[in-house]
């Protein structure tokens, strides 16, 4: 996770730290806007979120919760990192040649 999250600072997630938090809350308006805009499935789908969210100027805000981890996992560590490295890749270059906002 420490080389993914430097690869987030990179791209531009900077301010967030749990990038991959399963919880998520967004006012109506916020989820309308940055989900309508959304291209991305699977995994990086919550990155795709900020990034669009960063575009439209929207603020976004890390706030603790309580969190209770659940056993088990869908995720197979190799071949979902090197998905999510491919998506992160395709989703930074869309966002930079201008695919999001459509002002």
């Given at each position: 996770?420490?080389?993914?999250?430097?690869?987030?600072?990179?791209?531009?997630?900077q301010?967030i730290?749990?990038?991959?938090?399963?919880?998520?809350?967004?006012?109506?308006?916020?989820?309308?806007?940055?989900?309508?805009?959304?291209?991305?499935e699977?995994?990086?789908?919550?990155?795709?979120c900020?990034l669009?969210?960063?575009?439209?100027?929207?603020?976004?805000?890390?706030?603790?919760?309580?969190?209770?981890?659940?056993?088990?996992?869908k995720?197979?560590?190799?071949?979902?990192?090197?998905?999510?490295?491919?998506?992160?890749?395709?989703?930074?270059?869309?966002y930079?040649?201008?695919?999001?906002?459509?002002?």
């Open positions: 996770m420490y080389g993914f999250h430097t690869f987030l600072h990179v791209i531009g997630i301010k730290k749990d990038t991959q938090c399963g919880f998520k809350l967004f006012t109506r308006d916020t989820a309308r806007l940055v989900f309508w805009e959304g291209h991305c699977g995994w990086i789908f919550d990155i795709e900020l669009v969210a960063e575009e439209e100027k929207v603020g976004v805000e890390e706030v603790s919760v309580t969190w209770h981890e659940v056993e088990g996992t995720m197979n560590l190799v071949t979902d990192s090197v998905r999510m490295a491919w998506d992160l890749v395709v989703l930074r270059a869309a930079g040649v201008g695919v999001y906002g459509g002002d």
